[in-house]
């Protein structure tokens, strides 16, 4: 069985900066494509940033340049950097990863709420 597990959401205020994590755990042979999705209240969740085996990365136009994904391997943890934060990047978090196990499956966290306020 695979579990995600995610930390280090938050309140912070506009302007400050958070970092998540999500760890996988469980049985699988790899992890091809680690990325992290968003949903605000009344909205439906959108890609935020990804990040393949390889390296390669793609964000949202919102958050370009002011958030960095990042992974580590040997972890099988996923990053967010989020720098600059501000009021409409308030949401719930989710990781997603394509877990290859008897099949290749795509799986989620359970959330973590980030909340950007004065």
């Known amino acids: 069985q695979v579990q995600l597990v995610e930390s280090g959401g938050g309140l912070v205020q506009p302007g400050g900066s958070l970092r998540l994590s999500c760890a996988a755990s469980g049985s699988f042979f790899s992890i091809n494509v680690m990325g992290w999705y968003r949903q605000a209240p009344g909205k439906q969740r959108e890609l935020v940033a990804r990040?393949?085996?390889?390296?390669?990365?793609n964000y949202a136009d919102s958050v370009k340049g002011r958030f960095t994904i990042s992974r580590d391997n040997a972890k099988n943890t996923v990053y967010l950097q989020m720098n600059s934060l501000n009021p409409e990047d308030t949401a719930v978090y989710y990781c997603?990863?394509?877990?290859?196990?008897?099949?290749?499956?795509?799986?989620w966290g359970q959330g973590t709420q980030v909340t950007v306020s004065s």
């Open positions: 997603n990863m394509e877990m290859v196990t008897s099949y290749t499956g795509s799986y």
């Open positions: 990040i393949t085996s390889g390296g390669s990365t």
